[in-house]
């Protein structure tokens, strides 16, 4: 019971670490955009017009639209979930995505959705610079920014720019 405690703890302190990261850490994603190659990874992708609904939102849902693609299935955002602050010149971030996996149900939608919390910074110098700070699971505690981030490739900047237009951040970002 005492370790089940302790790593509850340890745990929690981690996740709170995690959480509260400083805005001008994490890893710059200001210009990285999708390169094309051998090398298959997580890539941008939008809702296609002229598509059918489930194609391009999860069941359907307008509030959770395709925002990227794996090797894996496709990833949904929830809009309703994008937050952000703003403090000190720089702006935070942070949104709900679902990776979707496990082949399909029967009306073609993921069999399964694994959410992750993702959280960005921006702030300027002499240039907009777009930090992305941690992916971690709501359900597990379980930090995945360092996989996340090597296997980004463009996803993370165009995933950055799509929910500061949900939040109508973008038009103050240039």
């Not at 959705?113 to 992305?132: A, G, L, Q, W």
Request: charged share 20%; aromatic share 14%.
């Amino acid at each position: 019971m005492k370790k089940i405690v302790l790593s509850l703890i340890a745990g929690w302190i981690l996740f709170i670490a995690t959480a509260y990261a400083s805005p001008y850490d994490g890893y710059d994603i200001t210009n990285k955009v999708e390169q094309y190659g051998d090398d298959v990874r997580t890539v941008a992708a939008l809702p296609k017009p002229n598509k059918p609904p489930k194609q391009n939102y999860m069941f359907g849902d307008t509030n959770y639209p395709l925002v990227g693609l794996t090797t894996y299935g496709a990833i949904f955002l929830d809009k309703t979930s994008c937050k952000y602050e703003i403090a000190d010149g720089v702006a935070i971030i942070s949104c709900l995505v679902y990776y979707g996996s496990g082949g399909a149900d029967g009306n073609g939608n993921a069999a399964k959705h694994s959410p992750t919390i993702i959280r960005f910074s921006t702030y300027k110098t002499d240039k907009r610079v777009i930090k992305f700070l941690s992916s971690v699971s709501p359900n597990t505690g379980k930090n995945d920014t360092e996989s996340t981030y090597r296997s980004d490739n463009g996803f993370l900047n165009g995933l950055f720019w799509y929910c500061a237009g949900v939040l109508d951040l973008s038009q103050y970002l240039d």
